[in-house]
């Protein structure tokens, strides 16, 4: 049975890098997981703990079902002012009260201009809500746009070794676990 990888993707632009990359590491993949796109992130909520006292707004729990009952989770993510992207982060902050992300299998990949203040910050919320993020299955890719074309495909042959790589070891990370959460 294969399993499941809920994509996370920082940006919401229709042609990002960053899209570009999860569809390549999905092709990397795509004997052995079965890879969603979670489209949702511009429908989600601005984070306020006030909506989450009883049950929190159907979108956002759909949000969390999805991440509960994926195998694991590829965040790939530009980086903003030095920053993670706000819509990203408020996803994050949807899920900081439940544990839908403990010792979730989560690869990490921060693709943008410069990307290391947004990696830095990325891993560590990710630590912090207890996600099982491993030096193998994190990447940092500066440059992006220059590594990628238009059409998507990574013309990078340092990159593409990279995100085989990172892809490989999170499908080893994912076989691993003997049961879906």
């Known amino acids: 049975m294969k399993k499941t990888?809920?994509?996370i993707c920082g940006s919401t632009r229709a042609q990002s890098a960053n899209l570009f990359i999860i569809q390549y590491v999905a092709s990397l993949m795509v004997n052995d997981v079965e890879?969603?796109?979670?489209?949702?992130?511009?429908?989600?909520?601005?984070?306020?703990?006030?909506?989450?006292?009883?049950?929190?707004?159907?979108?956002?729990?759909s949000f969390r079902q999805k991440i509960n009952s994926a195998d694991?989770?590829?965040?790939?993510?530009?980086?903003?002012?030095?920053?993670?992207?706000?819509?990203?982060?408020?996803?994050?902050?949807w899920c900081v009260a439940t544990?839908?992300?403990s010792e979730k299998p989560v690869a990490l990949i921060t693709a943008s201009a410069s990307g290391a203040a947004a990696h830095q910050s990325l891993q560590l919320v990710m630590k912090t809500i207890y996600a099982d993020i491993r030096t193998d299955t994190q990447l940092l890719i500066q440059g992006a746009k220059g590594?990628?074309?238009?059409?998507?495909?990574?013309?990078?042959?340092?990159?593409?070794?990279?995100?085989?790589?990172?892809?490989?070891?999170?499908?080893?990370?994912?076989?691993?676990?003997?049961t879906s959460p």
């Not at 990279?162 to 499908?171: C, V």
């Open 5 to 7: 990888v809920l994509a």
């Open 35 to 61: 890879f969603e796109v979670y489209d949702g992130l511009t429908q989600l909520p601005y984070f306020n703990p006030d909506l989450d006292k009883e049950s929190a707004p159907a979108v956002v729990e």
């Open 72 to 93: 694991g989770v590829l965040i790939c993510t530009p980086e903003y002012v030095f920053s993670l992207p706000g819509i990203l982060k408020n996803a994050i902050e």
């Open 99 to 101: 544990t839908v992300f």
């Open 147 to 178: 590594k990628i074309d238009g059409e998507g495909s990574v013309t990078d042959t340092i990159v593409a070794a990279q995100l085989k790589t990172l892809a490989d070891s999170f499908l080893a990370q994912l076989s691993a676990r003997t």
